[in-house]
C-alpha cells in the first residue's frame, strides 16, 4: 500500500493499482492524518480541517462515517490496513511506517543519496527519488490553508533534491543534464543560490551566455523586491567570471562554482570505509537537517570522529561558507576551577578558518560570529569533553548570532545546551546479519586485519573464533582495530587465549595517532582522567564482579566511605548523580527492564576499573558489601515469595540472577560458610520456582563443606542437599537425610521447615510410608507455628503423590481447613495454586473425569505461563496433549506436545524431555494406553 501526496492525493496497492478515492472530504480526511505523521488528530481538528466554517448538523456522526468509509479503502489497498487507522484518548491516527507515504520516502532515497560514494551513484538515486513527484504536493486540496506549511515543507525538500542534482551534474562536468533538469524549475526557486549559480554556469559553458546573465538578474529582482538583500559573494563573483569570460570556468578546468564550494574544507581524507552504521548515518543526518546543534556521543574509541566526519563530507556542499573540523585535543583540559568562556575554543576556531588576529578579549567568539554571519556552514568540534564548558559557552553564543551556522560536536558527554540533539553511538553488532552475514564487528575486524596482514582470511575454521574475539571486546572499533594490529606476531587464536591483559596486549606504534589512541588503555586512560573523584570511587566499585547491577545495588555497593584513607568516599545521595554522569559519559552502560534500570560496564572498561579498584585496595571491602547487598536481597526474597508479592519477587530475583551467583562464589571463594549457607538457603525457593535447580545440589554441597557455624542454617542445608542426593544414592542416601534431619536436635519447629521437603524425596523415591511419616509431621508443627504457607505446599505435594500413585482422596491439612483457601488468605496465585489445581487435575483423571483434567491442566498452564514458571509449563503443555488425544485430536496433540518439548528444552528440564518421549510414544501407538499418570 502507498498513499501518494507528491500530486494529487491518491491511494494505491502494492503493485500500484489505484484505489479511487472519489470524495474529495475523504481524500482531504487523509491528507490531515498523513500531515500528522502518526500523531493523533482530534475530532474537533478534523472536523474543522473538512468543513471548515460550514459543518454539518451531526458533524462528529458524520466523520465516523467518513473514518469507516476510509478504513474500507485502506482495506482495498491492503487487507487489514483498516486496523492502521486508530482510535486513541487523543484523536484518530494513521499507525503507517514511513515508507507508505511517498513523501516520507522521497526525504530517505535523499537522504541515503547524499552519502552515496560516486557522482554518478547520487544522480541516479537522486533522479529515482525526483521521480517519485507527479505534480504539485496535495495537488487537488493544496487550496486548504491548513495544508500551507506541509506543502511548504515538500517544496522545499524538492528543491534540495533538486539543487543537490544540479551540483553532482556540475562536479562531473555534465552542464546540459544541469539546464534539462532546470526548465522550469529553476525559476521555482528562484531564491536559491546555489542551484541558480549551478545553472548560470551550465549555461555559460555550453555557449548560452546571455540567458546565464538573464538568470542572474532575475536572482537579483527576487532577491531585492522580496528580501531587500543582495546576491551572495560566490554567485556575484561567478557572474563577474562570466562577463569577463573567464577561462576557469570552462569545461576543461575545474569549475569555479560551486564545487570550488567543496573545497571550502579543511576536513581529512577519508582513509578507511565506514563499516555498517548505515542506521546511525541515517538517524545522525535526520537530526543534522533539523537541528542546528548535534552531538554525536560515546564511550571513546566507538568511532565517532569518524561517523562525524564522513557525514560532514556527505553534506559538505549544503554549506556555502564551508564545513570546517576542529580538533580540541589541541587544547589542555579545562582547568577544574574556571568554568570557561569560549574564548579558547573560538580562538582555535577562528585559527582554523584563517581568521585575522583580534587582541581584544572576547574578540574571537564575536570574530567568528561575524565571520560565519547568515551564510551556511558547519563546525565539526572533534573531543569536546576534555573542554566540555568552554564548548558549551562557545557554541551557545555563535548559534544566537550566526544565523547560518550549525554545529556537529564529538564528545564523550553532552554538551548540556537546550537546543541540543544527543545521537549516543553503541559499539558495532557482534550479531550475524540476515541470511547469515557477518557481524558488523566481524566486517570491521577482518577490514582491519587485512590492513595488517594482506593474507588473512575469514574461513570456516577462523569464523567462530573471530566472532568471539569481537564479542570479548564489545564490538568496540578501537579495541578491534588494535586486535587486527596484533595479528602480524599472534594467530587469532593466540590473541583470544590472552585478551585477560588486553589492556596490555592491545596496542599500536604511534606513527600518526594521538597517544590515548595507541593503546586501550590510553583510550580508558584519557576518559578516566576527566572523572571527578567521586565518579572514579563509583566507576572502580561497580567492576567488583562482572554483570550489571540495579540501582539499590549500587547505592548500597558504592556509596559507602572509603576504607583507605588515600581513596575518596561516595556517600549514598552522590551515587545517582555520579551514574547518570557516567552513563552520560558512556562508560556506564543503562539497560531498562521490567525490574528496572540496570548499570553495567563493557568487558575493558571492567577490565580497567577493576585494576583501579585493587590500586584502590578496596576490593575486599567492596565485594563484602556486594555479597551482604545480595544475601539481604535473598532473604527478603525468600519471605516475599511466599504470599502476594511472589511474582514482583521472582521477576526481581530473575534480573539479579547473575550478581547472586557471582555472591554466591565470592563467599565460597573467601570460604566464608556462614553467608555461603544463608545465601543458597535465601534463594532456595525462587531457584525450585523457577526451574532453576540444576545448581542447587552442587551449591548445598559447596555451602555445606566450608567452615562456618555448626547451626540451624547450616542443618537445614545439610537436610536439603541429602534430601536432593535421595533418589539415586541407596540406603547411604537415607542414612546422610537422617543424620541431617538429627542435627536439629530439640528444634523440631525449625526441622519442619525442611523435614516435609525430605519426606517428598522419600515419596519420590517409591519410600511411601517414611516420606508420609515425615510430611504429615512436619505439617502438623508448620500449622502450630503458623506456618500456613509452607504448611499447604507441603499437603499439596504430597497429596499428589497418594492421589496418584494410590489412587486415595487428598488430606489437606490436618485441621480440616482446604490449601487452597490458606494459598488464597496468604495470596498465593502462583506456585501454591497451580500446586492445588495439579491435584485436582489428579484427583479428575482417577476419577475418570477428562473434560474436567483438561480443564484444570489448562488453568494450571495458565497459571504457570503468567508467573512463568516455564519448568511446569512444559509440563502442563505436554499434559494438554494427552487431552487433545484423548478426545481424537491427533494435529492438536502432536502440535502441544511439540511445544512442549520445544519449551522444555528451552530451559533444560530433564523431566519435561522425559515426559515428552513418554507421551510421543502414546500418540505413535493408534490404540495405545492413553493413560497420563506420570510422576513428577
Partial sequence: ??????????????????????????????????????????????????????????????????????????????????????????????????????????????????????????????????????????????????????????????????????????????????????????????????????????????????????????????????????????????????????????????????????????????????????????????????????????????????????????????????????????????????????????????????????FSEGSARGQVGEALGSRAALLVLDNCEHVITEVAAFVAELLRHAAGARVLATSREPLGLPEEQRDDVGTLSTEPGDDDEPAEAVEFFVARARASDPGFVLDGGSTATVTELCRRLDGLPLALELAAARLRGLTVDALLERLSDRLNLLRRPGHGVPRRRQTLRGMIDWSWSLLSETERAVLRRLAVHPGAMGLEAAETICAHPSENRDSTSAERAEVVDALTSLVDRSMVTMISTPAGARYGLLESIAAYAGEKLTEAGERDAVAGRHLDHYLDLARRADRGLRGSAQRDWLMRMEAERVPVRHAFHESVGSQDGERAVALVLGTFWYSWMSGRQADLHGDLAAATALPGPRDRAFASATTLAAALDLGAGGEEARARVTAALAQFGDDAAARAEV??????????????????????????????????????????????????????????????????????????????????????????????????????????????????????????????????LRSGDLPSARRRLEEGRALAQQVASQHGLGFADQVESMIARPEGDVDPRRRR
Fill in 1 to 358: 500500500m502507498l498513499i501518494e501526496v507528491l500530486g494529487p492525493v491518491r491511494l494505491t496497492t502494492a503493485e500500484g493499482v489505484p484505489v479511487k478515492v472519489a470524495e474529495r472530504k475523504l481524500r482531504l480526511l487523509l491528507a490531515a492524518l498523513v500531515t500528522a505523521e502518526g500523531e493523533p488528530v482530534s475530532a474537533d481538528v478534523l472536523i474543522d480541517r473538512l468543513w471548515g466554517e460550514s459543518p454539518p448538523q451531526n458533524p462528529r456522526s458524520v466523520l465516523r462515517a467518513k473514518l469507516s468509509h476510509l478504513r474500507t479503502l485502506l482495506d482495498s489497498a491492503l487487507p487489514g490496513a483498516r486496523e492502521l487507522l486508530e482510535r486513541t484518548p487523543a484523536g484518530y491516527r494513521l499507525a503507517v511506517e514511513p515508507d507508505v507515504v511517498d513523501e516520507a520516502c522521497f526525504r530517505v532515497a535523499v537522504r541515503r543519496a547524499r552519502n552515496l560514494n560516486t557522482p554518478a551513484q547520487t544522480a541516479e538515486a537522486l533522479r529515482k527519488a525526483l521521480s517519485m513527484w507527479r505534480g504539485e504536493p496535495y495537488g487537488d486540496v493544496r487550496d486548504e490553508v491548513w495544508l500551507e506549511p506541509a506543502i511548504a515543507a515538500s517544496t522545499e525538500a524538492r528543491g534540495d533534491a533538486i539543487e543537490l542534482l544540479v551540483e553532482t551534474h556540475v562536479e562531473v562536468g555534465e552542464p546540459q543534464q544541469v539546464i534539462d533538469l532546470a526548465n522550469g524549475a529553476v525559476h521555482s526557486y528562484i531564491s536559491r543560490e546555489r542551484l541558480v549559480g549551478g545553472v548560470m554556469l551550465s549555461l555559460y559553458q555550453v555557449g548560452r551566455q546571455h540567458e546565464a546573465l538573464q538568470l542572474f538578474e532575475a536572482l537579483r529582482y527576487h532577491l531585492a523586491d522580496d528580501l531587500g538583500a543582495d546576491p551572495g559573494p560566490r554567485v556575484r563573483e561567478l557572474h563577474a567570471q562570466i562577463l569577463r569570460q573567464d577561462p576557469a570556468l570552462s569545461l576543461s578546468e575545474s569549475p569555479e562554482f560551486p564545487a570550488s564550494a567543496l573545497a571550502r574544507t579543511n576536513l581529512p581524507a577519508e582513509t578507511a570505509p565506514l563499516i555498517g552504521r548505515r542506521d546511525e548515518l541515517d538517524q545522525l543526518d535526520t537530526l543534522l537537517a533539523s537541528s542546528r546543534l548535534v552531538t554525536v556521543t560515546g564511550i571513546g574509541g566507538v568511532g565517532k570522529t569518524h561517523l562525524a566526519q564522513h557525514l560532514a563530507r556527505a553534506r559538505a556542499h549544503e554549506f556555502e561558507r564551508g564545513v570546517w573540523f576542529i580538533d580540541l585535543t589541541e587544547l589542555t583540559p579545562t582547568p577544574s576551577e574556571q568554568l570557561g568562556s569560549g574564548e579558547r575554543i573560538a580562538l582555535l576556531t577562528a585559527s582554523v578558518l584563517s581568521l585575522p588576529r583580534r
Fill in 755 to 884: 523435614q516435609w521437603f525430605a519426606g517428598m524425596a522419600y515419596l519420590a523415591a517409591d519410600l511411601h510410608d517414611e516420606g508420609e511419616r515425615l510430611v504429615d509431621d512436619a505439617v502438623d508443627l508448620l500449622i502450630r507455628r503458623g506456618m500456613d504457607w509452607e504448611a499447604a505446599v507441603a499437603a499439596c505435594q504430597r497429596d499428589w503423590v497418594i492421589v496418584m500413585d494410590r489412587g486415595e482422596p487428598p488430606r489437606g491439612l490436618p485441621d480440616g481447613r482446604d490449601p487452597e483457601s490458606v494459598l488464597r488468605a496468604v495470596g498465593d496465585r502462583g506456585y501454591g495454586l497451580a500446586l492445588v489445581v495439579g491435584v485436582q487435575y489428579c484427583v479428575a483423571e482417577v476419577e475418570g473425569h477428562a473434560e474436567r483434567a483438561a480443564d484444570a491442566a489448562e488453568r494450571a498452564l495458565e497459571i504457570c505461563q503468567d508467573m512463568g514458571f516455564w519448568s511446569e509449563a512444559a509440563y502442563w503443555r505436554i499434559v494438554g496433549a494427552i487431552s487433545s
